[in-house]
């Protein structure tokens, strides 16, 4: 009985071809990751963060800095569907600016509503859209809306922009 062997010669262009798939998709979960932690778009059920600018050594006109923006404040919204209550915070402020509010209509982290308190003074909004505050509500504390990704680059002390969402 004899053996016969076969040499088969695989084309370079084949040669390690189960190695580029797996480093394209690692690399596109990668990108997908770092964008849904830039915009928010992953976070605890029933929570959303607004993140504010100030204007140093100049003014606002509208949402444009004539300065220079530095990061500024984190509010954070969580909102409690089952007891229609929206606690809020500051983060990061060693006062602990914090409240609540109730008989809100909370449809989501993100979209809710609820009756004007006295805490509104606490903080920026009674009322979240589409996980953007709404501005210009009488007693609430002014803001300036910047995006996460913005916010953190200004935190490093990077100048992005002179513009806020707001």
């Not at 394209?24 to 997908?32: H, N, T």
Request: glycine share 10%.
């Amino acid at each position: 009985m004899t053996t016969s062997s076969y040499i088969v010669d695989v084309p370079a262009s084949r040669r390690g071809s189960g190695v580029m798939p797996a480093v394209v998709l690692l690399l596109l979960l990668l990108i997908l990751g770092v964008a849904s932690w830039a915009t928010d778009f992953l976070m605890l059920q029933g929570e959303s963060t607004v993140y504010t600018a100030s204007c140093v050594d100049g003014q606002w006109a509208g949402n444009t800095c004539n300065g220079h923006l530095k990061a500024g404040e984190r509010f954070r919204f969580r909102a409690l569907k089952a007891h229609r209550e929206v606690l809020f915070w500051t983060v990061g402020d060693n006062a602990g600016e914090s409240g609540h509010f109730r008989n809100c209509v909370v449809e989501d982290g993100r979209n809710w509503s609820c009756p004007a308190t006295g805490d509104l003074a606490r903080t920026i909004t009674h009322r979240m859209t589409k996980g953007h505050p709404v501005e210009g509500v009488p007693g609430a504390l002014d803001f300036h809306h910047i995006p996460k990704w913005q916010w953190v680059a200004l935190d490093m002390g990077l100048p992005v922009t002179h513009r806020a969402i707001n």
